[in-house]
């Protein structure tokens, strides 16, 4: 079966999902959350990538990145994976693959979907059940993004700063986002999207990418069950 082919766009965010191989662990301690951070700041800075979200959980991480061509995100990712193993299997004295083959991406309709995007990666800890608001876990950009903890590898997205003319302004009003619900539609597409690396979009911003890109790119199909990325 050929691969899904990813496809960037310079400027375009796209969100990122790497799981742990077969949904195995992929972090084990504090430090082990902390070198990936300290590997994805280096590699965000060497390929000239804007990161906005993310959230690292036990088996798997998401990114919400914006690259400056269209290899950006690819070598970012390259980076840290070959960084972050070499770490875990030096630490853990263990050998052979720790993520599950090739990471899924979407790029993302930053006008109407960015920030519905964003509040989703940093609710994965709220919907997998490990603790009731998302402040309340450490290693996501909601620290950054909701709480006003400064997180130097965070470039916040031009979605983000029309929240307010400052940064309590903007702190509360994204807040406010949060007590309000992502519709399950939206969680599902997001989900779909991610399967099958479609652009999550409407159908305008498809055509766009797709000038852009030139190449044809998939779409959604209403009423498709989704199950292979469920957080």
């Known amino acids: 079966m050929p691969r899904k082919i990813r496809f960037y766009a310079s400027g375009i965010p796209s969100h990122i999902v790497q799981r742990g191989n077969n949904k195995q662990a992929c972090f084990f301690c504090d430090d082990d959350y902390g070198f990936y951070i300290k590997a994805l700041s280096e590699a965000l800075i060497d390929n000239n990538v804007k990161l906005h979200a993310f959230v690292l959980m036990t ?63 940093e609710l994965n800890p709220v919907r997998a059940g490990i603790v009731d608001v998302p402040s309340d876990y450490t290693w996501s950009s909601y620290q950054h993004n909701g709480v006003g903890k400064i997180i130097r590898c965070i470039t916040p997205h031009d979605e983000y700063l029309k929240l307010g003319h400052s940064t309590q ?4 009003n994204y807040r406010i986002l949060f007590s309000q619900a992502i519709s399950v539609e939206h969680i599902q597409n997001i989900r779909e999207c991610l399967i099958h690396n479609f652009p999550f979009g409407d159908k305008q911003f498809k055509a766009q990418l797709e000038q852009t890109l030139a190449v044809k790119l998939g779409q959604l199909k209403q009423g498709r069950p989704v199950n292979e990325v469920n957080k």
């Open 169 to 172: 302004s903007r702190l509360e």
């Open 59 to 121: 088996n798997h991480v998401h990114l919400l990145m914006t690259p400056n061509d269209h290899q950006g995100i690819s070598k970012v990712m390259q980076s840290v994976g070959r960084k972050y193993v070499r770490y875990i299997n030096g630490i853990y004295n263990r050998t052979g693959t720790l993520w599950e083959g090739r990471h899924k991406a979407s790029l993302i309709d930053s006008e109407r979907y960015f920030l519905i995007c964003q509040r989703y990666i």
